[in-house]
């Protein structure tokens, strides 16, 4: 269970910057329960073999609010953000031009009951599925969020998730694009009981399901 700390762990008011990993976690790599990190710059930041050019975090119960990830890149999943653990939050923060080389070009996160609530992904590319978020998990939310500009070379240009019950409002998804022989400019759905409703979609491209694709 990652540790079963009782501790919280604040990392707060930092600029990490050309940092590199060999494997996972470029700037930060936590294993533990209780995280906080907020209000960060995590800039050019890289892990070259797995997950995430900006975070890597095994954990519950965790937050990551306010911070902005700008051209972070990882060879697997995760870009910016590489997240495994239940009842995690990502809201406030800034994702742009991160890049992963198979799925989650911002963020790669896997769990229950997640939020992820009031964010814009700008820019950002994945070399298979999630051009801005790929999701394996239950019961999240993803809410008042701003897709604009990402891309995936095959599903999901900004988001693909294998979920079930997942609630997707209120978002806009402007100008994201799927693989020319793909699915889903916007949303890739591989799961079951998805609820989507007043999202804005504009301009998005896909071979099939410009906007939306899978089961609903």
Do not use: P
């Not at 406030?92 to 996160?109: D, F």
């Not at 070399?127 to 990402?150: D, E």
């Not at 989507?196 to 998005?204: M, V």
Request: net charge positive; proline share 0%; glycine share 12%.
């Amino acid at each position: 269970d990652y540790g079963a700390t009782k501790y919280t762990c604040n990392v707060t008011n930092n600029y990490f910057s050309d940092n590199y990993a060999n494997v996972s976690g470029g700037g930060i790599y936590l294993v533990g329960n209780n995280t906080i990190i907020s209000k960060n710059t995590f800039l050019n930041n890289k892990a070259t073999t797995t997950a995430a050019g900006g975070i890597t975090i095994h954990g519950h119960n965790s937050v990551v609010s306010d911070n902005v990830f700008k051209s972070n890149k990882a060879g697997n999943s995760g870009g910016a953000v590489y997240w495994e653990g239940n009842n995690a939050k990502f809201t406030n923060n800034e994702i742009s031009n991160c890049h992963s080389g198979t799925s989650g070009g911002g963020l790669y996160l896997k769990g229950a009951s997640a939020t992820i609530k009031n964010n814009k992904f700008t820019s950002n590319s994945a070399g298979t599925i999630g051009g801005a978020i790929q999701l394996s998990s239950k019961n999240v939310k993803i809410a008042k969020n701003k897709f604009t500009k990402n891309s995936a070379a095959y599903s999901g240009g900004a988001i693909y998730m294998d979920s079930k019950n997942a609630q997707i409002t209120s978002n806009t998804f402007t100008s994201n694009k799927a693989g020319s022989t793909s699915s889903g400019g916007a949303i890739r759905l591989v799961g079951h009981y998805a609820t989507i409703k007043s999202n804005t979609f504009e301009k998005n491209t896909a071979k099939t399901g410009k906007s939306i694709a899978g089961r609903i």
